[in-house]
């Protein structure tokens, strides 16, 4: 700290829980925006939804897209709105109420995915409100990407069409009909091909008594049966509450302390400088 330096100004500090263990930290590295409905959206009646698979902690929030012709593609938007129901259906997840609307033909909103993000050490929301920083901790982060695997879907009805006219030449030739000439030919060309193969059986190593080949293999399916009961597991839909709704209003409020100076109890740090700083990683 520089000499020169001086004590600007001194905050009591207020730490408050009355919201946990439900305060979530919600990250949007990649939108440039407030989240909020689009204006044109919100005239035709669009509202963001959200949506929680609770066991393995995946949250998802839909926005919908600005449907204006000068930013928006309608005739591409309903392909790619056809990818996004055939990826809905590979995992299960279709809305049969938005089915019968017609609305799944269209890409109609932009789907904001995350899992709980791990922390290391409390994660504090602080706001300074009449002289005193009031400090409420978070009980889980999340960091929202924008989902495309409706583009992996497509891309696999892609390919299907592609094999399938690669493959549509007709029926095979019949046996009878190939020339007699042309198939010794063949037969000595695959042998001009074969190669002679050595194949050796070898046990696998094994290291502090265990199968390193079972073990990956191990691992390897109790990965694959993790991901396919994430996939499996039910969505749970979430009521979104805007900034300006009076649910939120209220939330807000309830991030600040109501004791007075003086009142309630008195916390005591029981570090000191030094141990701070060599906690420090790096420094």
Known sequence: MDTDDHIVSVLPIHLSNNLAPSLQLHQYPLLNRSLEVPPSA???GKRIRARLKPATRRLEVHVPVDPRPEVWNAEKSKELGGGRLEDDKEKNQVDDSRLREGEESRLSEVRFRSEEIPRSGAYMLGIVRDGRLHLH?????YQFRPTLTYLDALNRRSRGADSASDSDDGPPPDPEEVSPISAPQKIKRLIAEAKEVQVAARKAEEKGGQNLQGGLSTIRREMLMALRAEEEEEWQDLTYH?????????????LFSQTQSGEGETLESQSNM?????????L
């Open 242 to 254: 805007g900034i300006e709704s009076a649910e939120s209003r209220e939330a807000y409020e309830a």
């Open 137 to 141: 901790p978070f009980n889980e982060t």
């Open 274 to 282: 030094t141990t701070f700083l060599s906690s420090i990683r790096g």
């Open 42 to 44: 919100a005239l035709s």
